[in-house]
Every structure is written in structure tokens, then in C-alpha cells.
């Protein structure tokens, strides 16, 4: 019903940028907020950034000044500049999203399939 599909990973030198997108398509009727999150191999999942419907924006403090988080609410994406990339940014990358499917009163939480960000030092 819903599909969230992130792009714009890769393999980066330290120092880098990359800007990653997620695009949401479906029976979406409206997306309140929208995160990034990333795991590192052998670590759990941690959140990266928020933000919310009216564009308001919370970041982990290990990337607060290096990467800014913004959406389109009009094309249902999001995206995620990454600049001055470190080798500890290296993960899997996954948007999530709560999202509200056109006929139903409730939002429910949605994920993407990930993408692949390697920082190489």
C-alpha cells in the first residue's frame, strides 16, 4: 500500500558529501513526521534526525552541524545532507515515516529498505 525507498548512498572519502532522498508512494494521505536513522555494522539502529510535518528539526549530536534534514511535503520526500563525512557516518541508512493512508483515521509507522553509505578515512 505504501513504499518508502531511499537513494543517494555510495562510497565517499572522509571529508565527502552525499545527499540521500526518500521518496514515499502509495495510498498516502498525509506524513506527519519523518527520521532518518542508521546502523552500523555490529551496532543497533540509532536515530539521526527528525523532522516534523511544519518543518521543525532535531539532530543526533554527532551529526548536528554536518547534516541537515528537509522534505518536500508536495512530492512526499524527504532528504538528508550529509557533508563532511566521517568514517564513523559509515551504515545503512533508513527513512522512516508516520504515515496516514488515504481512508483511515490512524497513522502508522512505515520503513524504507535502506541504503548504503560508506565512509572511507
Known amino acids: 500500500q505504501v513504499q518508502l525507498v531511499e537513494s543517494g548512498g555510495g562510497l565517499v572519502q572522509a571529508g565527502g558529501s552525499l545527499r540521500l532522498s526518500c521518496v514515499g508512494s502509495g495510498r498516502i494521505f498525509n506524513i506527519n513526521a519523518m527520521r532518518w536513522y542508521r546502523q552500523a555494522p555490529g551496532k543497533q539502529r540509532e536515530l539521526v534526525a527528525t523532522i516534523s510535518s511544519g518543518g521543525n528539526t532535531n539532530y543526533a549530536d554527532s551529526v548536528r552541524g554536518r547534516f541537515t534534514i528537509s522534505r518536500d511535503n508536495a512530492r512526499n520526500t524527504m532528504y538528508l545532507q550529509m557533508n563532511d563525512l566521517k568514517f564513523e557516518d559509515t551504515g545503512v541508512y533508513y527513512c522512516?515515516?508516520?504515515?496516514?493512508?488515504?481512508?483511515?483515521?490512524?497513522?502508522?509507522?512505515?520503513w524504507g529498505q535502506g541504503t548504503q553509505v560508506t565512509v572511507s578515512s
Open positions: 522512516n515515516a508516520a504515515i496516514r493512508l488515504t481512508g483511515s483515521a490512524r497513522y502508522s509507522d512505515y
